[in-house]
């Protein structure tokens, strides 16, 4: 593999890199993770050039060995989820999951998780693996609070932030994006699927609709299908983090994992309140897809909120506080409160109805209905529209990451590797910087 990598560095031939990535795949079992490349397309404005990485890690073989545990009882937790058996796929579809603590991440931003490689024959032909980057969640500025957060609900935050973002993620990767089948028909005719024999759970029809060949979920779908994914795909980890079996492989049972769900879906909902910077008012349109995807989730909530408030209403029914509300703190702050007791009966139900809209829009590539369900849930009302400006004039600075160096040095009359650390400070960011190209600067 790292042949491969300096053939591709000298030459230039993506084939290289291609060889390189397949030889990833293909590791088992490993105890250090190396990658290199142009990789990401994200901070391109057109989605297309890459930024060049690279990364140095050490697996970290316990939590791999519970994202190994998920992927097994997939078939159990899967069938726990709000659609019809026959819109589940004849096999689990994700990757194989890794769970790294970074040595060194050398490029302009260090993700929480990534899932490589890019090429898409590669994918296709071979497969992806997901990887979560355990301890840049560690990372963090001291004493920084969290926006929006009541101070208990900050306080346990503290206490959960690693433990919500792995079942979030792994669920989100493993069993959101890894589950649900898309109903086609071949070029010779034949379907994947019962033809005319399940029932459609809107409208009680028999399903005829489905992808024609060389038709895909992207070319049907078109712009929005990213955002429509990752909604679908979030909805299954607020989902899963409800559900005991779950939690228990992740080590969670009882008040801790009531805890671990709880911050999740404040979480989650938080995500979306601030996805309001995404929008442009003036086109109308989404500037990132989980962006779009986790506002779509926080509409579903004060949805359901107003929905129950008003049966309540209706029947006469004490109805205390509402599942998810957003109060004024301050001329220039809000806080969001989601009220505990009501995620399981509220909250879950409508996660649950929107999981089964979303799935049964995408198997049945039924892009007319999807779209326009999906453009409705996304457009921002005015009501919320006005929070914009608060979100913006209370955003946190990007946090800069300060990473560690190492050197040969001669202790006894043997070379040794030293580590050498750097304060978490701008000095210390200059000083790492400097330790890097130290001896390159010098050969020159």
């Known amino acids: 593999m790292v042949k491969c990598y300096i053939d591709y560095l000298q030459t230039g031939s993506v084939d290289f890199h291609k060889r390189s990535q397949l030889l990833w795949l293909n590791e088992i079992d490993p105890s250090l993770e190396i990658n290199i490349?142009?990789?990401?397309?994200?901070?391109?404005?057109?989605?297309?050039?890459?930024?060049?990485?690279?990364?140095?890690?050490?697996?970290?073989?316990?939590?791999?060995?519970?994202?190994?545990e998920l992927a097994k009882k997939a078939d159990v937790l899967l069938s726990s989820l709000p659609w019809p058996k026959d819109f589940e796929a004849d096999q689990l579809q994700c990757g194989t999951f890794t769970c790294i603590d970074v040595f060194c991440y050398a490029n302009g931003t260090i993700p929480t998780g990534i899932n490589l490689p890019n090429y898409q024959d590669v994918r296709q032909t071979y497969g992806c693996r997901n990887v979560c980057l355990s301890n840049v969640l560690d990372a963090h500025y001291p004493d920084t609070e969290t926006t929006f957060l009541r101070y208990d609900d900050f306080e346990l935050l503290k206490r959960t932030?690693?433990?919500?973002?792995?079942?979030?993620?792994?669920?989100?990767?493993?069993?959101?994006?890894?589950?649900?089948?898309?109903?086609?028909?071949?070029?010779?005719?034949?379907?994947?699927?019962?033809?005319?024999?399940?029932?459609?759970?809107?409208?009680?029809?028999?399903?005829?609709?489905?992808?024609?060949?060389?038709?895909?979920?992207?070319?049907?779908?078109?712009?929005?299908?990213?955002?429509?994914?990752?909604?679908?795909?979030?909805?299954?980890?607020?989902?899963?983090?409800?559900?005991?079996?779950?939690?228990?492989?992740?080590?969670?049972?009882?008040?801790?994992?009531?805890?671990?769900?709880?911050?999740?879906?404040?979480?989650?909902?938080?995500?979306?309140?601030?996805?309001?910077?995404?929008?442009?008012?003036?086109?109308?349109?989404?500037?990132?897809?989980?962006?779009?995807?986790?506002?779509?989730?926080?509409?579903?909530?004060?949805e359901a909120s107003i929905r129950e408030a008003e049966e309540n209403a209706a029947n006469r029914i004490p109805h205390g506080a509402d599942l998810l509300q957003i109060r004024a703190r301050g001329p220039n702050d809000i806080v969001l409160f989601l009220n505990r007791s009501k995620v399981r009966a509220v909250g879950l139900p409508a996660i649950s109805d929107l999981l089964l809209k979303l799935q049964v829009y995408k198997s049945t590539a039924d892009w007319q209905e999807g779209q326009k369900f999906f453009q409705e849930l996304t457009t921002v009302p005015r009501d919320l529209m006005k929070y914009r400006k608060i979100i913006r004039s209370n955003k946190r600075p990007k946090p800069m990451f300060v990473q560690v160096n190492t050197r040969m040095q001669e202790v006894d009359g043997r070379s040794e590797v030293i580590l050498e650390e750097f304060e978490a400070s701008a000095d210390g960011i200059v000083r790492s910087y400097l330790a890097h190209v130290e001896e390159w600067v010098a050969q020159f």
């Open 161 to 302: 932030k690693k433990e919500v973002f792995i079942v979030q993620l792994a669920c989100h990767e493993l069993l959101g994006h890894g589950s649900g089948k898309l109903f086609s028909q071949d070029s010779g005719g034949g379907y994947n699927f019962p033809y005319g024999k399940i029932k459609h759970p809107f409208t009680d029809e028999a399903i005829v609709s489905c992808y024609g060949p060389g038709e895909t979920w992207n070319s049907k779908f078109g712009g929005i299908s990213g955002a429509f994914e990752e909604c679908r795909a979030e909805c299954v980890g607020l989902f899963l983090s409800a559900n005991a079996q779950a939690m228990e492989i992740f080590g969670h049972v009882g008040p801790p994992a009531e805890n671990i769900m709880y911050i999740n879906w404040l979480m989650m909902a938080r995500a979306g309140f601030l996805a309001l910077e995404y929008f442009s008012p003036k086109s109308g349109d989404w500037r990132q897809a989980h962006m779009q995807a986790r506002f779509a989730i926080l509409r579903t909530l004060l």
């Open 37 to 68: 490349g142009f990789i990401e397309t994200y901070r391109d404005p057109t989605g297309s050039r890459a930024e060049f990485e690279g990364f140095v890690a050490f697996v970290n073989k316990a939590r791999t060995k519970q994202f190994g």
